[in-house]
């Protein structure tokens, strides 16, 4: 007698998070983008389905990246120092699914940007492209809670998701994202327990579950990923399990962490053994994010262009039927 | 699986005969869960009884031992699904593919590099393992490249070939290296069989259809041959996916002997990038090997560190002995920098003070193996403990000067530690990657 295959059937579904809106919809994006809906452990289609399949969102600062190698500035030409044609570009050659405004000079220390500079980039990106956005902030507690309900204000209707909320500074994010219909990132320490307490606080504000994205803080390969890909994973099963206050979609800051390692930033005459410093560098990138995927990563945050074609095409061959 | 005492009182005789020495079969079933007997000591029990016993006193997933030497490879006798339940064992075999129609010179200056890649990340040498030569010639032009390859590497060699003669042709030579032999089907699996068994050595059987996979490989052990490694053959990603879970589920949650064994996988995609996304996907599903064309470093490095951290311990961050190290040629005058003993934070700070060239003293504190900020929110690196360190390492002897230097992230520590310390603090940058810079306007 053969022996059957094993196959899961999970009580629970991880929720659909809508991120843009239409002119029909109220906003001006020419798409809404839909993440999570999953009812399985990832790519298992012999016993799960994916309604919607994993995006990448593009980095796009307000300030001039400074920690920036020469292998990633290059792709992006002479667009760094101007965030709009940045994230046009990222729309239309890069073809990112989704720009992630970092309003990194707003922060104190860098550059101390008001919130009148930082509306008026939101407002001409919303603009400039018609792709969905996401709304980061600095960092800086103080200055995010100014900024943030301001930049959530001008852009109500487009359903931006909006970051990060903690859990020691979650309220003022999350009444401004309940105010003005967006969706927020919940951020917790490589964590499950926290994640799961903060998405109890802000769903106990009135935010619904199902506008909320968990970030679980991931770390580069070879600098933490492990601790992070296994966070994922027991969250997935907890949530299929049916743990509903973590069954929100995952987003992953791949690029900010991939490019801080050495590995992808230095140069091959600096370490020799390690081959091509370029090739190097996407791959430290493109290693990161699949291996996220592969933990149920929704939403992943990437910075080179090369790196996110890799990703894309490994996400279609992933998702071949 | 280990089986429970009632599970094993089942399979005896239960007549209670006392010949074991225990007063009845369960007292003896209770004491072979334990493994304080052994099974031997019923004489009474039956044939069907002890080799259901024996089979389930083996681990799920049979251990393969491909290679000789330091350099051989180990893999299988896995018992998690996800590392967070318990760790995985055995790393993935990785392994380069040459073709035999490669000239002597090409061999050579190719295995020159593959030779080398092997790197020290975090005080651990991570390596590939092996090398694949696969036939596209005929018999004499693999089995000539075979020998070659295996002359110049010290690596474990699997040989791919579906004519049994011609790897027979190649492997008896070398079978004191214990090559891998790939692969039998439902073909030819008796010829394979008896080569593997003539050699003794590990063999790899082939199928798209994980039933079949099943039957061939009871075909096989009925040759007498069980030392196995399991291929799918060429599939999409995602159903190679579904395959070694389902190989790895079906081995672990119902013991099931057929499909009990490591896994293989061969990345076909011969792309620069996608063929290493390809690899780490499969070390993260389960593969035992991954055999795959690109061997430049920038290819390998991403491939065996992302092994590295899969096979980590979670349960045990890997950690360093905490003392005082002294790095480059040191003086009374050097700084004194502090981190924890979690290794990931300590090689970064090394790594980035070794690259400034300035020489220093690095404290490791105790901190049981965890980051800095993890350990300063649990308590673990604080003012006492780094107090208490510089003096255990003895700070105050090693250096005239009265300064110590604290990771950005832990400054609002600084006040607290001055007064515990009785130093001067500074605080460094939050990023390992600011210390040369950090150290060079010190200096000045
Ligand atoms: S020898 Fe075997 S059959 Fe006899 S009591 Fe012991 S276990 Fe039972």
Known sequence: MPQELLKEQWPNAIDVITIGATSQEGGTRDRAIKVGGQNGLPYLFEESDMPNKPVIAMEVFDIEPVDWPDTLKKPYGDVLSNPVEWAKKCETEFKADLIALRLAGTHPDAGNKSESDAVKLVKDIIANVKIPLIILGSNDEEKDNLILPKCAEVTKGEKCLIGDAAQKNYKTLTAACLAYGHNIIAESPIDINIAKQLNILITEMGLPSDRIIINPTVGALGYGLEYAYSIMERGRIAALGGDKMLAQPFICFVGQEAWRAKEAKASASEFPEWGKELERGILWEAVTASAFLQAGADILIMRHPKSIEIVKENINQLLQK | MALSGLDIYKRLPKTNCRKCGFPTCLAFAMQLAKKAVALDKCPEITDEGKAALEASAQPPIKLITIGEGDKKLEIGNENVLFRHEEKFFHPTGVGIILQDSLSDEDITDRLAVINKLHFERIGQEISINLVAVKQTSDSAKFAAAVKKISEATPLGLVLISNDAQSIKAAAAPIAKKRPLIYAADSKNYKEFAALAKELSIPLVAKDADLEKLAELTKSINSEGVDSLILDTAEKPLNKKIWDLTQIRRLALKKNYRPLGYPTLTIIKNNDTYEQVIEACIYILKYTGIVLLEGFDPYQILPVLTLRQ?????????????????PIGQVTSDSPVLITTNFSLSFYTVLGELEASKVPAYLVSVDTEGMSVLTAWAAEKFTSDK??????????????????????????????????KSGRKVIVGPREAAGIPSFLRNLNS
């Open chain 2, 309 to 325: 951290n899969i096979y980590t311990d979670p349960q045990k961050p890997l950690q360093v002995e905490p003392k005082a190290y």
């Open chain 2, 386 to 419: 780094i107090s208490e360190s510089l003096n255990k390492f003895e700070i105050p002897k090693k250096v005239s000067h009265n300064n110590i230097i604290i990771p950005g992230y832990v400054a609002v520590m600084s006040g607290d530690l001055e007064e």
